[in-house]
């Protein structure tokens, strides 16, 4: 009966082995079975509970030991003495229908056959809880067509502007034949409703709504939009028409640029737009345009309904019958037609049309609401960048790649084939993908009703009895309510524990469990219920996962222990491409900044960071100058978003103060702050500071000047030091001298001495006195 084994099982025992050996990193919680711990009662049932769990199918199995389940991991099963053959397990795997080189540009080209998405359909196969892998390469190709469709207001306020166009085919013609050698140009133009209150309605400006405006007496009707050149090759053609162009006049300021936009768009045939090109759309206005629900001022209270209402005339003909188109709307429809969306008036287009081309971002069109889809793009440096969809400063002809990965949670019981695309957006090329569920068993095939196995009144399928109604048993050989057949022993987990957990009755050595308005009870022994789980804002698992006998089973994308936590990254990533700027950590789809000072989504803003100044150097260089790192590929736009403020001179006042040297040795300044509505303001000097050349000469005698007034200055100090040292010691002598003198004057027993001088003339003396002498 068994002797086949099913197509199915070569992919899937392919894997078997690296399959088991990697069961944590698929998500099997540690210590926990989540095979044998599970309600599942058939094939189909078990492969739901998780990736890893398969079924054994064979008749006998456990014939000798006790409530032996046969949903358990393969590993199990096969120590259980289940055959191979009889193993029931099967994985998501991935089928290429259609895969076409990517085109590059040469010689006769024919541009229905370009390939720029490669694959271009592939087959899905996917099992519940495990994922599916591809990759998907988009290369832009070089010299790939573009239609230019211009639409122009030609309300009154765009007199001036009308003028400046005269000769814009000319000029667009030119700068786009940089890129392409296959341009077309379109022209159109609109005013608004022609109703009260968006127009002047009274019976005089019917035929010139200007009557009694002296500062432009004379204009055209008012009309809604015109259709006026089809896309077309002949750049004559464009000014001939821009050139008859004269404006119109409304009443309010918001003009009626949307219902415009939006025939534009859906209007393919009349517009010309080609299904090969890259379709852009120039919306040239001044002033904001009316949106949904601003027709009931009007009386309008029909909705838009999307379509195309162009006459004869080309002419849109509902203008004064429905309300002006909503964002969604509009949105839809360009997405739908693969339109880029321009609002410019006086920007160089084919700068616009360069920055577009130089990205590319996937999209996804009607996935299945039960899929879960993760990308990681791998962009010209070659890094992988989980959580991506998009490649940014792309030149043409580069090749960029996409791991997807594909998750199911549940089968689809509506639909078991279903299908979603994933295209570049703005491209006509798309990967096609088709969706099949792997939930369903082999065995199933099999199956044998009113099988003398399960005693004539039951199904036998993949080695178990599905029992009629009212009977129950391994072979369907207990009645409900049979209480001759009770065996409570069969019934407890363990000694001592209550029958059924205290969660069901005991029939026919089977557990039935008891209904619960929270959920289900479940298991052998009813032991395991799927809603004791922990909760997030009061919802189970945060509804991120399935609750499984009291953990959380997360879904693809998401961790914790109530499955709060994303993994995804791309909401950290900054527009440097940087995670979370370098300053942070990724936390459940979070940053969470560690630089001190970091704040912002992405923690991209940081005046006081040690790299604050040096990561502003580079838009202050490419924004004021044209220079630096970021002139060059283009991205200086895209990057440096930042107001920036040129002064005279700096204040430094509660800011940052940077500055670097240039290449010219002058010296750049500027601050570096915060402002309260969150947005970066640089203030920057208007030139750098720069010093002439130091004069040789002039630096010798400084230094000469400067040695002796140093020694001049070091004499006359050791000169003053002298000065009064010698002072403070004559002053003490003097001090000394003077107390001497008072101390004798007033001591009663000094006597002032006396000399007395005495001339000898006694003539008796011994000798004579002769004149001098003595004889």
């Known amino acids: 009966?068994?002797?086949?084994?099913?197509?199915?099982?070569?992919?899937?025992?392919?894997?078997?082995?690296?399959?088991?050996?990697?069961?944590?990193?698929?998500?099997?919680?540690?210590?926990?079975?989540?095979?044998?711990?599970?309600?599942?009662?058939?094939?189909?049932?078990?492969?739901?509970?998780?990736?890893?769990?398969?079924?054994?199918?064979?008749?006998?199995?456990?014939?000798?030991?006790?409530?032996?389940?046969?949903?358990?991991?393969?590993?199990?099963?096969?120590?259980?003495?289940?055959?191979?053959?009889?193993?029931?397990?099967?994985?998501?795997?991935?089928?290429?229908?259609?895969?076409?080189?990517?085109?590059?540009?040469?010689?006769?080209?024919?541009?229905?056959?370009?390939?720029?998405?490669?694959?271009?359909?592939?087959?899905?196969?996917?099992?519940?809880?495990?994922?599916?892998?591809?990759?998907?390469?988009?290369?832009?190709?070089?010299?790939?067509?573009?239609?230019?469709?211009?639409?122009?207001?030609?309300?009154?306020?765009?007199?001036?502007?009308?003028?400046?166009?005269?000769?814009?085919?000319?000029?667009?013609?030119?700068?786009?034949?940089?890129?392409?050698?296959?341009?077309?140009?379109?022209?159109?133009?609109?005013?608004?409703?022609?109703?009260?209150?968006?127009?002047?309605?009274?019976?005089?400006?019917?035929?010139?709504?200007?009557?009694?405006?002296?500062?432009?007496?004379?204009?055209?009707?008012?009309?809604?939009?015109?259709?006026?050149?089809?896309?077309?090759?002949?750049?004559?053609?464009?000014?001939?028409?821009?050139?008859?162009?004269?404006?119109?006049?409304?009443?309010?300021?918001?003009?009626?640029?949307?219902?415009?936009?939006?025939?534009?768009?859906?209007?393919?045939?009349?517009?010309?737009?080609?299904?090969?090109?890259?379709?852009?759309?120039?919306?040239?206005?001044?002033?904001v345009p009316h949106l949904a629900l601003d027709g009931r001022l009007g009386g309008l209270v029909r909705p838009h309904d999307g379509r195309c209402h162009l006459d004869d005339q080309n002419e849109y003909s509902a203008s004064t019958k429905m309300d002006y188109p909503s964002l969604a709307l509009l949105g839809e429809k360009l997405a739908e037609n693969n339109i880029f969306l321009i609002f410019a008036v006086t920007k160089r287009h084919y700068v616009i049309y360069k920055n577009i081309r130089s990205k590319v971002e996937l999209t996804t069109s009607d996935p299945p609401e039960d899929i879960n889809l993760s990308f990681t793009a791998t962009c010209q440096d070659g890094k992988p960048l989980p959580g991506l969809r998009k490649c940014a400063d792309l030149k043409l002809g580069d090749t960029v790649s996409f791991d997807v990965s594909v998750e199911t949670r549940s089968c689809s019981s509506n639909n078991p084939k279903q299908s979603f695309t994933i295209k570049p957006v703005g491209?006509?090329?798309?990967?096609?993908?088709?969706?099949?569920?792997?939930?369903?068993?082999?065995?199933?095939?099999?199956?044998?009703?009113?099988?003398?196995?399960?005693?004539?009144?039951?199904?036998?399928?993949?080695?178990?009895?599905?029992?009629?109604?009212?009977?129950?048993?391994?072979?369907?050989?207990c009645q409900e309510g049979d209480g001759n057949s009770m065996a409570?022993?069969?019934?407890?987990?363990?000694?001592?524990?209550?029958?059924?957990?205290?969660?069901?009755?005991?029939?026919?050595?089977?557990?039935?469990?008891?209904?619960?308005?929270?959920?289900?009870?479940?298991?052998?022994?009813?032991?395991?219920?799927?809603?004791?789980?922990?909760?997030?804002k009061g919802i189970l698992c945060s509804g991120h996962g399935e609750c499984h006998c009291g953990q959380c089973k997360c879904h693809a994308g998401y961790v914790g222990d109530n499955c709060n936590c994303s993994t995804e990254t791309a909401s950290c990533i900054a527009e440097d491409g940087k995670m979370c700027s370098g300053r942070g950590q990724c936390v459940c789809g979070r940053c969470r900044c560690t630089e001190p000072g970091a704040f912002g989504d992405t923690c991209e803003k940081c005046p006081t960071c040690p790299d604050a100044c040096g990561s502003k150097r580079d838009c202050i260089e490419c924004r004021l100058f044209g220079s630096g790192r970021l002139a060059d590929n283009q991205t200086c736009q895209r990057l440096c978003k930042d107001q920036i403020l040129t002064v005279e001179s700096l204040k430094t006042d509660g800011t940052t103060l940077c500055l670097y040297k240039t290449h010219d040795d002058c010296i750049m300044k500027f601050t570096y702050s915060e402002h309260a509505s969150g947005q970066s303001v640089l203030t920057a000097l208007k030139e750098p500071e720069c010093g002439g050349g130091p004069d040789a000469l002039m630096v010798l005698l400084a230094v000469v000047g400067s040695i002796l007034l140093v020694g001049v200055v070091l004499l006359a100090v050791w000169k003053l030091v002298i000065t009064v040292h010698d002072r403070r010691e004559f002053a003490r002598f003097q001090n000394a001298r003077w107390r001497a003198r008072y101390e004798v004057a007033s001591n009663p027993l000094y006597k002032q001495p006396v000399s007395t001088h005495r001339l000898v003339t006694d003539l008796n003396m011994h000798g004579k006195f002769y004149n001098g002498g003595f004889h």
């Open 1 to 287: 009966m068994w002797g086949k084994p099913l197509s199915a099982r070569g992919c899937a025992w392919f894997c078997l082995t690296r399959f088991c050996g990697c069961l944590k990193s698929s998500g099997l919680p540690a210590g926990l079975n989540v095979c044998t711990s599970g309600s599942a009662a058939s094939c189909a049932e078990c492969l739901l509970i998780h990736p890893s769990c398969a079924w054994c199918a064979q008749e006998v199995f456990g014939r000798n030991q006790t409530l032996v389940s046969r949903c358990d991991l393969v590993q199990n099963l096969q120590k259980k003495n289940c055959e191979k053959r009889f193993i029931e397990f099967s994985t998501s795997h991935v089928q290429v229908l259609k895969n076409i080189p990517l085109s590059s540009k040469r010689s006769g080209f024919v541009w229905d056959r370009v390939v720029q998405v490669s694959p271009q359909k592939i087959s899905l196969s996917l099992r519940p809880g495990h994922q599916a892998q591809f990759s998907l390469q988009v290369r832009q190709v070089e010299d790939y067509p573009v239609d230019l469709y211009y639409l122009m207001d030609l309300s009154l306020s765009m007199k001036d502007d009308l003028a400046t166009i005269r000769n814009l085919g000319t000029k667009l013609a030119l700068e786009m034949g940089k890129l392409t050698s296959n341009f077309r140009l379109g022209f159109g133009s609109f005013v608004d409703k022609n109703m009260s209150p968006f127009s002047y309605t009274a019976p005089k400006y019917q035929e010139n709504p200007c009557n009694g405006f002296k500062l432009f007496p004379q204009c055209v009707p008012t009309f809604g939009f015109r259709h006026i050149l089809p896309l077309t090759d002949q750049v004559d053609r464009f000014n001939q028409e821009v050139q008859k162009q004269l404006v119109s006049r409304n009443r309010d300021a918001p003009e009626g640029g949307f219902d415009a936009i939006l025939q534009a768009a859906v209007c393919e045939d009349k517009i010309g737009w080609r299904k090969e090109a890259y379709h852009l759309l120039v919306f040239a206005t001044d002033d």
């Open 488 to 536: 409570v022993s069969a019934c407890r987990e363990s000694e001592g524990k209550q029958l059924c957990s205290g969660r069901g009755e005991c029939s026919c050595n089977q557990c039935l469990c008891y209904e619960s308005e929270f959920g289900k009870f479940y298991g052998s022994f009813c032991e395991c219920d799927d809603f004791s789980c922990a909760r997030h």
């Open 427 to 477: 491209f006509e090329d798309r990967l096609e993908v088709a969706v099949t569920y792997e939930c369903d068993c082999g065995c199933s095939q099999n199956a044998q009703t009113n099988s003398s196995i399960c005693s004539s009144i039951g199904t036998y399928t993949c080695g178990t009895c599905h029992c009629e109604p009212g009977y129950l048993g391994a072979h369907c050989e």
